[in-house]
Structure formats: structure tokens, C-alpha cells
């Protein structure tokens, strides 16, 4: 039994793997891949995204559309999204909830929003700018956080389930950045569960992070810890098996370390979901 | 910002960037109003940040301060590595603080965050005593432009022989996107060569010790074959020859030029020996009598 669009676990397309990745088959079920990265006029990684895109799925996942700041949508970089988006042909387009940069310059970080009336209302408008822009299905990823603000009226969870609702956009339920912020601003990580729309859970991300001491660090550079799979365990329990996602962007170890991981992840959703229905090799009444 | 008024969206933006690239850091930057951060009111930071006991607001938007400038540090230390092996960490630290002051990222891709860094190096105080970086810059610049440029297709030498014997003296050049001539004030291709062989040497030589370029007109091509990007130090002649033909100067023309000096069939050898590289190597698109640049 698989969610009706269900890709199934991957992980994301790294430089350090493309040799690995086209050498010989990978033992994952599809791929993610860092929009920027591939809006470049030509080259190998265009030529590499051509060739994964001939044997896997791909999902094509930004950091810079920058969809809750007060700058204007940037509408250049929105024409070369589509243009990519047309080109590839991903099973959706993701980026983050979360402002990359103000006044024209970019801090390539994912920044936090306040959740507030006005910022929801801002935030759901652009949504409905880049779908129509876009005229394909569009996700949104919550971010890990470090700071809050005094005026934020609701959790975050409850502001991300309103911008899909009011926007119809998907959710790309990062497991990891759940537990993050979590510790970071003191909250469970199970009502974030518990606070998001089963129906539009599109997507999880798993990733490792750095404990810093007085706060854990998003840096995607160690395996996901056990608390993390346990919440992943949960996720899946609540959303059923989405397509899942394993990341790892620094200190990136070998292509089959990562495979491992995302074979760990198949297994714990399996675990979580229970055993398959026994067939019986005849038809049901 | 109205004291006492909660703020809005774009009033809490620009705050956050104001803090979290303000060069001497958060708490500088609020503690120093006249500091380069500009005159941040505490009670300001009060009103819109949240933070506890266990992390204060100010220490929370410091781990943001820090991810903002070591992200753009890495990305360029990536984009130019040489750069770095050349200054060493420390200054070119310094020089990452400097450039990223004046010329904070535009673009949406950190693919173009050095796009002015050669201009930048060029007239970088505390780099003059590095009076060749602005040629080795554009090199590791032009080298990541040639990296994307666009795919194109090549010419080959089969093509060019079927170029009919009475025109091709009037056949023009069409090189590929993903081509580049660079003429140098010093010798930083030999320089580059030196930079790897120490790199190579495992630690043992300190690439920052490497004897800096000697003070010469030099140039170069640089290319892509395979997906792979080449570059190499060229003599003044195939310089010469390059430039022509970029400039669209018939494939006559450069013969004439490259004649100067030479006999005839000297002149014929060295121009089919230059072009059959020129398309070996694929930085030609195209060549014949009706070919526009």
C-alpha cells in the first residue's frame, strides 16, 4: 500500500555522487534537486540532471524564492523556475516558508518568518502568485529556527496548515527541523505533528543536525539521530507513507552511506505502518 | 519604527538583515550605534526578537549573523580556491569581510555571488601588495563562467575540410559559449601550475609561500571539453590569431598575419596546426564564408 503519490524514499542529488549516481543504479526510489543549482545555462549539471531525470523521478526543491519577504517576487527567478520546472518535468516544485533577503540583497538563509495575521495574508498571496506562475503542484517546507518574535499570535504549525489551506499548497514536513526548533524554542515536537492537515502532507525531509550546547544547529552533516526517527516514526504513523527524503550537504560521506540511510528510513515507515495485508491469491468478496 | 507600535513585516526584515550582517556582529551593532551596523535601538531588538533565559534574542540572531557571513565565505572560497591559496585564510578572511560589505549578494543563486570580486580585487587596498590577484580572479572567474555556459555543438575537422577549396580564405570563426580568450599583466597561468604543484606536495609546501607571478603581458584560453573546464597559457601569435578571429577577421586574414615572418608553407603549417587544436579542443561552433559572430 503506497500513498496515492508516493515517490517512495530518496535522498538529494549531491556533485560529490553525480559520478556514483550514473555509474550504476542507485538503490533509491528518486531524487531531489537543489533548483539553483541547475538554473545555469548549460554544462555538466544540466547534463547530469538530464540523465538521473531519464532513470528517476525528481522533485525540484528551492532555497531563494524567498516567498515571505516584502521584496517582490522576483520574476526572473520565477521564469527560469518554470523553465527548469518545464524542462524536467519534476513530481512538484518545493521551497521553503521562510524570507532569503530584503531590499534587493539575498542572505542565501532561511530566515524566519513571524507568524502574524499580516504576514500570513502576505505569505498566502505570493503562494497563489507563484501557482498560478508555476501551473504545477507547489510544496512548502518548514524551516528550522533559531529566534522568534514577540508578536507572533500562533505556532508555526498552525500558520503553515493555514497557508495550505487558504493557498491549496502542499506541506514538506521536515521531520528534522520539527525537532530543531523544537528544542530550540521549547515546544513539542509532537503537537507540530499533530497541528499539520494530514491531507496535505506531500513530502517528509530527514537530515542530522549539530548540537551546539545551548542550541541545536540545522547542518545536515551527520546521520538523522534516533529522536528524529522516532518523530519520523510518528509522522508516519499520522500521514502515512509519503515520499521521504534523506539530506545530507556537508561533511557528505560516501553515496552508500546515504543509501543506507534512506533504506533505514524505507524500514521505520515500514515498522510504523505495521505488516502489509497477507494476500491470499484470491479475490475479496 | 514608531516606538511603542508593534512593527511591520518590512520593518522586522530589514532589522533582522541589519543585524545579522553588521560586521562587527549583533550585540556590536546595538551597542555601538555609530558603528558600521548603524545606530540599532536595543529597545527596538527588545520589541520584535524573543529569546529566553537559556539564549538570549541577541545570541539567537548571532547564530544567524554567523551562518550569513561564513556561508558567503565558503562559497567563495569554493568559487576560488586559488584566491585563497594565494592570500591564505586570514587575509583572505579579510577579504571575503571587505567584498561582501560592499557587494552583498543580488542574485538568487550563490552561483553569482563573485561575479564582482575581479573588479573589486582590482582596486582592494589591502590586497596591493598582491598586484597580480585581479588576473588571477578573473581567471577562476572566467573558468566558472565557462563551467555552465551553454552546451553548443562543435565543429569538427571533417566539416571544415568540406569547406570548398575557393572559400576558405573568406571563412569566418564562430566560437562556442563556452570559450574565453583573457590577456594578463603576470604570469598566472605558470602561477596556477605552481599553486597545484603545491597543493599536490601534501601539505609540505605552504601555497601562500609560493613566489608570487613575475610582472609580464601574458594570455590564455579557456574552455570546456567533455564537460570539463581546461585553461592554458597561449604564445602571443595564437593570442593574436584568437583575437582575430573573434573579432571576425577571415580565416586569409589571420593566415596573413600569422605569415609575418614566415614562409608560405611555414605560415599554412602553423595556422592548420593552430586551427586543428582550436577544433580538437571545441571552442569552434562553426566556420564558413557565411558565418556571423
Known amino acids: 500500500?503506497?500513498?496515492p503519490d508516493s515517490l517512495g524514499h530518496g535522498v538529494g542529488l549531491r556533485r560529490d555522487h553525480f559520478d556514483r549516481i550514473l555509474a550504476r543504479p542507485a538503490r533509491v526510489d528518486w531524487f531531489e534537486a537543489i533548483s539553483e543549482n541547475f538554473m545555469v545555462p548549460g554544462g555538466r549539471p544540466l547534463d547530469v540532471l538530464t540523465r538521473v531525470r531519464e532513470r528517476y523521478p525528481i522533485v525540484l526543491h528551492g532555497v531563494s524564492l524567498s516567498i515571505g519577504s516584502t521584496?517582490?517576487?522576483d520574476d526572473k527567478y520565477l521564469d527560469r523556475l518554470d523553465a527548469l520546472?518545464?524542462?524536467?518535468?519534476?513530481?512538484?516544485?518545493?521551497d521553503h516558508l521562510c524570507w532569503s533577503g530584503v531590499g534587493g540583497r539575498q542572505a542565501h538563509d532561511l530566515l524566519p518568518l513571524p507568524y502574524t495575521a499580516q504576514a500570513l495574508d502576505h505569505v498566502v498571496g505570493r503562494v497563489q502568485r507563484v501557482q498560478e506562475r508555476l501551473g504545477r503542484p507547489f510544496v512548502l517546507e518548514n524551516v528550522s529556527s533559531y529566534v522568534a518574535?514577540?508578536?507572533?499570535?500562533?505556532p508555526e504549525w498552525e500558520f503553515l496548515a493555514e497557508v495550505a489551506r487558504r493557498s491549496g499548497c502542499g506541506i514538506l514536513l521536515d521531520i528534522n527541523n520539527i525537532y530543531v526548533s523544537a528544542k530550540n524554542h521549547r515546544f513539542d515536537p509532537r503537537d507540530y505533528i499533530l497541528g499539520v492537515p494530514k491531507e496535505a502532507?506531500?513530502?517528509f525531509h530527514l537530515a542530522g543536525h549539530s548540537n551546539k550546547g545551548t542550541f541545536l544547529l540545522d547542518t545536515h552533516d551527520h546521520p538523522v539521530i534516533d529522536e528524529v526517527w522516532e518523530l519520523y516514526k510518528d509522522a508516519v504513523r499520522r500521514f502515512g507513507p509519503v515520499s521521504t527524503l534523506v539530506e545530507w550537504d556537508d561533511k557528505i560521506p560516501p553515496f552508500e552511506r546515504l543509501e543506507q540511510e534512506s533504506i533505514r528510513a524505507k524500514e521505520i515507515q515500514d515498522e510504523a505502518l505495521g505488516p502489509a495485508p497477507v494476500k491470499t491469491g484470491r479475490g475479496t468478496a | 519604527m514608531k516606538s511603542g507600535a508593534p512593527p511591520d513585516l518590512k520593518q522586522t526584515q530589514e532589522l533582522f538583515w541589519a543585524l545579522i550582517t553588521a560586521p562587527e556582529g549583533v550585540r556590536a551593532a546595538i551597542d555601538q550605534p555609530s558603528g558600521r551596523g548603524g545606530g540599532i535601538d536595543p529597545a527596538q531588538v527588545d520589541a520584535v526578537f524573543a529569546g529566553d533565559e537559556n539564549l538570549p534574542a541577541v545570541e539567537r540572531l548571532d547564530i544567524y549573523a554567523n551562518m550569513y557571513f561564513f556561508r558567503l565565505l565558503d562559497c567563495l572560497a569554493e568559487d576560488f580556491p586559488k584566491l585563497r591559496a594565494a592570500l591564505g585564510p586570514e587575509r583572505f578572511h579579510n577579504l571575503v569581510t571587505d567584498y561582501v560589505l560592499q557587494h552583498p549578494s543580488e542574485h538568487p543563486s550563490l552561483r553569482y555571488l563573485g561575479r564582482r570580486l575581479p573588479e573589486f580585487v582590482a582596486g582592494h587596498a589591502p590586497s596591493a601588495g598582491f598586484p597580480f590577484l585581479a588576473d588571477l580572479v578573473r581567471l577562476e572567474w572566467t573558468r566558472a563562467g565557462?563551467?555552465?555556459?551553454?552546451?553548443?555543438?562543435?565543429?569538427t575537422r571533417a566539416a571544415?575540410?568540406?569547406?570548398p577549396q575557393e572559400s576558405v580564405g573568406e571563412a569566418r570563426f564562430r566560437f562556442v559559449p563556452a570559450f574565453a580568450l583573457l590577456r594578463f599583466d603576470h604570469e598566472v597561468v605558470r602561477y596556477w601550475r605552481a599553486l597545484d604543484e603545491a597543493e599536490a606536495d601534501g601539505g609540505a609546501t605552504d601555497p601562500a609561500a609560493v613566489p608570487h607571478p613575475a610582472r609580464r603581458k601574458t594570455a590564455a584560453r579557456v574552455w570546456r571539453k567533455d564537460l570539463v573546464v581546461y585553461h592554458?597559457?597561449?604564445?602571443?601569435e595564437e593570442a593574436h590569431a584568437l583575437e582575430l578571429a573573434l573579432q571576425g577577421e577571415t580565416l586569409g586574414r589571420i593566415c596573413q598575419v600569422l605569415a609575418a615572418g614566415l614562409s608560405p608553407a611555414q605560415a599554412t603549417e602553423r595556422a592548420g596546426r593552430m586551427i586543428q587544436a582550436w577544433i580538437d579542443d571545441g571552442i569552434l561552433a562553426d566556420c564558413g564564408p557565411n558565418t556571423s559572430l
Do not use: C, I, N
Not at chain 1, 520546472?85 to 518545493?94: C, G, L, Q, T, Y
Not at chain 1, 518574535?149 to 500562533?154: E, V
Not at chain 2, 571544415?160 to 569547406?163: F, I, T, W
Open chain 2, 160 to 163: 571544415l575540410a568540406r569547406l
Open chain 2, 232 to 236: 592554458a597559457g597561449l604564445d602571443e
Open chain 1, 149 to 154: 518574535y514577540a508578536d507572533s499570535a500562533m
Open chain 1, 1 to 3: 500500500m503506497g500513498h
Open chain 2, 146 to 155: 565557462v563551467f555552465d555556459a551553454p552546451d553548443s555543438a562543435t565543429l
Open chain 1, 71 to 73: 521584496d517582490p517576487l
Open chain 1, 85 to 94: 520546472a518545464k524542462r524536467f518535468e519534476p513530481a512538484w516544485v518545493s
Open chain 1, 201 to 203: 502532507v506531500r513530502q
